[in-house]
């Protein structure tokens, strides 16, 4: 039986190596971040199923009666099932959403919806079956991106560090837990725009780019035999190699085209206090991350947050390699994480 609140996490995701590189082949490094999403599941009395995501302004609320009386027909395709463009149609119509609105908050509505439809009429729906929560979440996936890589609900699903290979995806045995400031330079890109710039600098100098790719792929590598190693008992110098990987990584791709002035410039201010840093995910802005060491003093840390924070960026000190999807009891979280669900 079911308690009467039920507390989910799971954590986010950054790319350690392998950025764009993966696009063509070569291998990336995929590690859990502790950043995590909360999921707060209660029963309620009053016929009404509610969806609230206060961190994008979504609050809607849909009568169970009317959910189930809905031709749901169109999920019914046996076991975990992608959802097709006629699916996505029905569901915009269910949550009266445009049709040709591609809104985050109305993909998060639909992938709701679509998970929820679904899940309901299955009758063997176990929670603790890792294997089921991930197939569900790729299907979550596919709602929003259409033709995910499968790495992003994987790495949430199963926690730790995933090694991933042109379709091929497997877990990284124990990888230690590392340390890192996660800095948002808050500049927009389009992951699309940039993977496509990359794919026409090769075509246009194969005999420069396709080294740099392989290099990467050298890179990853090299990173996660180090991570092996660190399993048995970290040493300092393992942490000196990761640093080095971490800035030839981050050149290779200011060489690929997809940095950017405001990464550059994170990097500086990091470098300034002793730490290094490179953009994860598709570059042109976004996210970089930052290896804190151990045996850093805290006013250190401390003072690079600050001057990060003074360049307009955001930042978060916070861990990579950490668990997977997981259940909570209210007692096990921290105050303030318990303090905003209350709240919700």
Same mark, same amino acid.
């Given at each position: 039986m079911l308690p009467e609140v039920l507390l989910v996490s799971a954590p986010g995701k950054v790319i350690l190596h392998g950025e764009h590189a993966v696009v063509h082949g070569k291998v990336a490094l995929a590690v859990?971040?502790? %950043? $995590?999403?909360?999921?707060?599941?209660? &029963?309620?009395?009053?016929?009404? *199923?509610? !969806?609230?995501? &206060?961190?994008?302004? *979504?609050? $809607? =609320?849909?009568?169970?009666? $009317?959910?189930?009386? /809905?031709? =749901?027909?169109?999920?019914?395709?046996g076991d975990v099932t992608p959802p097709t463009p006629e699916q996505v149609e029905k569901l915009k119509e269910v949550a009266g959403i445009p049709e040709d609105c591609a809104a985050p908050e109305h993909l998060s509505v639909l992938a709701f919806l679509y998970l929820y439809l679904a899940i309901c009429q299955k009758q063997r729906w176990m929670e603790e079956d890792l294997e089921l929560i991930n197939k569900w979440a790729f299907q979550g996936e596919r709602v929003i991106h259409g033709n995910p890589s499968g790495v992003d609900n994987a790495i949430s699903t199963w926690g730790g560090a995933l090694r991933y290979q042109q379709g091929k995806i497997s877990s990284l045995k124990r990888p230690p837990v590392l340390q890192i400031l996660l800095t948002?330079?808050?500049?927009?890109?389009?992951?699309?725009?940039?993977?496509?710039?990359?794919?026409?600098?090769? +075509?246009?100098? &194969?005999?420069?780019?396709?080294? /740099? %790719? =392989?290099? +990467?792929?050298?890179?990853?590598?090299?990173?996660? $035999?180090? /991570?092996?190693?660190?399993?048995?008992? &970290?040493?300092?110098?393992?942490? !000196?190699? !990761?640093?080095? /990987? +971490?800035?030839?990584?981050?050149?290779?791709?200011?060489?690929l085209g997809v940095g950017h002035a405001a990464l550059d410039r994170l990097c500086q201010v990091t470098m300034a206090h002793g730490l290094h840093s490179k953009l994860t995910g598709a570059g042109g802005g976004g996210c970089g991350i930052t290896l804190l060491k151990p045996g850093l003093e805290r006013p250190e840390v401390e003072a690079t947050k600050q001057a990060l924070s003074s360049c307009g960026f955001d930042c978060w000190e916070t861990s990579i390699g950490a668990p997977g999807v997981s259940v909570h009891s209210a007692t096990s979280l921290d105050g303030h994480v318990w303090q905003a669900l209350d709240g919700l």
């Open positions: 859990a971040l502790n %950043l $995590r999403t909360f999921l707060r599941l209660q &029963p309620h009395s009053d016929g009404k *199923v509610a !969806l609230n995501l &206060p961190n994008i302004g *979504v609050m $809607r =609320t849909w009568d169970v009666a $009317r959910l189930q009386v /809905l031709d =749901t027909s169109f999920l019914e395709q948002n330079t808050k500049v927009p890109r389009s992951t699309k725009a940039l993977v496509a710039s990359v794919r026409n600098r090769l +075509i246009k100098f &194969p005999e420069i780019m396709a080294p /740099l %790719l =392989t290099s +990467i792929d050298a890179i990853s590598v090299e990173c996660e $035999r180090v /991570l092996g190693e660190m399993v048995a008992a &970290p040493a300092p110098e393992q942490y !000196l190699v !990761l640093e080095e /990987l +971490i800035d030839m990584n981050q050149h290779h791709l200011n060489a």
